[in-house]
């Protein structure tokens, strides 16, 4: 259980941190698609570690072979299947903490419920897995594009130092001219130095990803329990690290009033707009047809170059030694991981869409 | 799609605001469970309207009739159909906005998705629907109370006024005691005047609900898409009104560096703990056996009693009016919504542990 | 787990044979369907008991009541919400049978799973709840109607009395012309009358239903494990007292050789036709366009007007006595369920079918 | 939609017929199990082509290899992820049907639902799929195997070649002995010797495969739409080629009557038996504790030696000739394809009735 993600266009994957390979498969892309193994090449590369003096040093090509589901550069509807080798991968490194549980990770709780694991690297819990994704909703995102839609993230917090404006006064473009990822070049430079001392320090230190959805049909979101945003929700949840979600006008639209918070329609042209979009394009679960926005909460990795106490399996007191490289701040490269899953969902919802209305079937 | 929640623990809910009656169907209870109808109702109680002078006076009885899965008071393991009457609907009072698209309610969404709408009351996608989540709820608590898990939910915040204290440091007994359902009596006090206030002013104003889950086993949690906190999200977020919802230590945990957030393990007896509680007792998306607790927040809902202007079905401008009663604040009423979404979420986690370990099968 | 059928287009049932009420709750309708409650009536009739001097003598009404999902006639793409009532069960007249179980009945099985049951008439297990299912699946009918598919079911053979003809060879519209609805009238004289020396005897005999589906358009069906015919078989060993499922040659087709098996394809106008059907309008599960077909076989109820040797709760020897009415052959009674659950297969995947091409998204 | 089988233990494959490789990826396989890597392979070499003169010639080596899941030899709770490579594949045999639709293939079919195709070997649609099914399958074997649960399958038919023997009379230790999997040595070598003479002939012939599970605890089942034997029979019809499905009496049930199709319970020591076992292990949808049993019937596969008539994708009359090696009769390969499905459904089962009591959660 928990292996799959989305309905109808549907990612799984399998693998771990130090297994032989990572695997994703994706199921339920439409038949037809023209797909470009370049792009899917380009999301890996904004993944991976080692791209930047404010990322972990750790090596990972990270190089994807597609299996299957794809004859003639085309998609055939059946499922594609894209391994991606672990290939420099040392084990030996994790002796020191096969017995271990370190703090804040998930050694314990996989521990305690499998009574088994596979304590290299985190195993199946390590964000390494978050590869795996990165290909599948690269795939959803060549679908997307094809039908018009976009999404763009963006760092837009690293610790207390926060962009102020809103997404719309800022030119997005400008988000991969930078090694942190922040569509402000003044922010980007505090950012970055900001990074780089915690990384002196061997800290760690926490991140907000806002993302932004263009161009959405009006529509897609399946009430009550599916709603669109829920299932964005769940899809952030899902990424390591993450603790918060909130689109729109998020926690802080808890100080509005009602007649502040509503957003007024109006018609330009054909098409229906809101005047203000607190809603964050979506209404009752279901796009308006305005931007999708949404911000994600990173806490600091857990892991850090520093001593810590902690227990072993048998109970007893254990000093946890950091060791190798770490990344003191994971958010620049969860932008493209954020964007893939939002990929992912809003693929997903446009095909459940097409089975709404009798007279469209 | 979107009318169940849960996988082996499962509720499907049906039903519109003004059609005959509302219907939860809860599969998956295992059997053998005493049920009390009584605490069934008591769930009801707290989520209806009318229940205090902040909240709507509208009047629903929310009577429950239970029509299978229960044989001489003890569930048997077949669905449990739950049906909730309509019984004092006007419907007559929805003719005034019969084809108008009211601002930031789902009106319009609705009508993209659908091609038709049942617009009394905003049909399936009012938060009357979440009287039968009540219902089922309440049956998912009966079972963790069962199992010696208890939860408790409550307002932490009223648009500005927010509660400063760790829930540790409050009483929440307390928070039942007064009608917005604040364990602090002096905040309280406070609160119940702002919503009075907006009240008065035919406006609404948002919130925050803070839920805690005690004496959950470690080990629940489906790596690496359903880890418990993405579930926990999801159904927070299928609540009408929610924006945002994070656990642990949240939006503001991004803040903090890895040293400081990290939970340090310890033994205490033969239970393993940790020192503090930054991960909200999930890691890695697996239960630690801390307190389980997370924010909920709830934007000002959009039904105001003020003229809005906005569009009909025939793309013209038209004025909104509001009309009859509201509600100036949901948290209070959402309080036991939340608990009831919780419950089903642990309830279903709690299955699908018993088959994570050979031994045990 | 188990009371859904369905991906898109979803039944879900609750309801014991004994309880307050049936229900059956249909998902993923498409909006705008007008919904014509007497043809729902109207199967329900088609199953209920009492018709005829050849089915149980038992009284039920079988009303519907349908509580959501429907606005001014049409579907709303909303769950459609049914209840059944239990009205005239005469619950006193299971005592004899509390703790005691039935031969081949699922007394001895429900009680292994569950630990409790509820022993009057079968609960969950008895064929009554079939009855949600032909509600359910009169609005799939409606829906198909809708697209030009229709399906009828018929019974070919009683006993070892077995329709030598193939079905284009016959009339189908004259099976509902007679009490066992087999469409050759001379045949359906001799099954007759066999049914009533059967039940004269006190006893019970198995049957054969064969359904034909038309006009289905070719590229249902879901590779590898959701096959068209899969799901069909599915659908139909999951009535009571089915105990097999073929389709196209079926088990005939496993003597014959590939020479005389393949189907020649051949074009009529604009359109693929094939000579021979033995592929049942099926090839490689997904539909071709021809009819579907396919025989449903059904064992000899297991409830008899005779004593009969069993064990009782407490493993010990007792006699099981036949009391009260009895059905002596259900196949007249499942013509109805069986194009039940095909409508609800075919619906499904007709949903499904639209998300296959990327030109059509 | 449709590569997955299963709820908790959950098998999802991948790839064509001439792609690179093939994937099974094994969801919820119970973590502390030591997989025996020698058993997989076993299973692939009775499923693989070439292992006999009545079988095709085509060469497959079928090397699955281990990807993810396992760690010291034992499953880690984590998903199994195998591939197997398509070593030895020759498309340039495949340009002479490259446009046509092979009579009773899915060839029309997969282009009606995808508007393209992999017409290499009949991509997705191949038997080749199965090799992923006979991996996955072989793990959940193994689970079974140490819960005491062990299933075999024999072929009980070829043509009309069949059995009269029940299998209660049969040594089916036999079966394996030889190349046709019958366990009754003489009825085999008349069934050898007519498969050599159809292989002779260029042409193709059906048969049946009996499968028997011993040892499965009474209880498991889903109640109502998911019952033990509906999965089984869902399972066995998405095999390619296959017909028909019937357990215990199956269609000759048909002809008995209820006094003497129902079994009767007895007491032996502290376990209940039947004195007959009509129903094939399985009463109301749930396992009562005695043999499982169930036939599946082949068709003679499409691909024969012969020049046959057809249609192309511009919708010409085109010629079809038979080239390269064929496979006169499948059964004698599905057999090890018929017990991996079935392991795949009783493992889930097995899974899913771990919480049906409270008392035992």
């Given at each position: 259980m928990g292996n799959s993600f989305g309905k109808l266009f549907k990612l799984t994957t399998f693998g771990e941190s130090h297994g032989k390979a990572l695997?994703?498969?994706?199921?339920?892309?439409?038949?037809g698609l023209e797909l470009d193994e370049s792009k899917i090449r380009l999301e890996m590369q904004r993944r991976k570690p080692g791209?930047?003096?404010i990322t972990t040093q750790r090596k990972e090509e990270d190089e994807i072979e597609i299996l299957s589901g794809v004859f003639e550069g085309k998609t055939t509807g059946t499922p594609i299947g894209i391994v991606i080798q672990n290939a420099d991968q040392k084990s030996k490194d994790y002796s020191h903490i096969a017995d271990k549980f370190r703090p804040s990770h998930a050694d314990y709780t996989y521990f305690e419920k499998y009574g088994i694991r596979d304590y290299r690297g985190g195993g199946r819990?390590?964000?390494r897995e978050t590869a795996a994704r990165v290909a599948g909703g690269a795939i959803a995102k060549q679908?997307?594009?094809a039908k018009g839609i976009s999404m763009q993230a963006f760092v837009s917090q690293v610790g207390d130092l926060s962009l102020e404006k809103n997404y719309t006064e800022l030119n997005l473009s400008l988000?991969?001219?930078n090694i942190v990822r922040c569509p402000d070049p003044e922010m980007a430079e505090k950012m970055i130095s900001l990074i780089d001392q915690v990384r002196l320090e061997?800290?760690?230190?926490?991140?907000v990803v806002t993302c932004v959805i263009k161009n959405t049909p009006p529509g897609l979101g399946e009430p009550v329990f599916d709603r669109l945003h829920a299932e964005l929700g769940k899809a952030?949840?899902?990424?390591n690290a993450v603790k918060g979600f909130e689109y729109g006008s998020g926690f802080d639209g808890v100080k509005m009033r009602g007649s502040q918070h509503n957003d007024t329609f109006f018609k330009e042209g054909e098409k229906v707009h809101t005047l203000t979009n607190h809603s964050g394009g979506i209404q009752g679960g279901i796009s308006n047809g305005e931007d999708i926005y949404f911000r994600v909460a990173f806490k600091p990795v857990a892991t850090i170059m520093q001593d810590q106490e902690s227990l072993n399996e048998?109970?007893?007191t254990v000093t946890v030694s950091g060791k190798g490289r770490h990344d003191p701040c994971v958010v620049p490269r969860a932008v493209p991981i954020v964007e893939a899953m939002a990929a992912l969902v809003i693929a997903d919802y446009l095909l459940l869409a097409k089975s709404n209305k009798l007279q469209e079937i």
């Open positions: 695997g994703a498969i994706v199921e339920g892309c439409p038949a791209q930047s003096k819990s390590s964000a679908f997307l594009e988000a991969e001219e061997r800290d760690t230190i926490g991140g952030m949840l899902s990424i048998a109970g007893e």
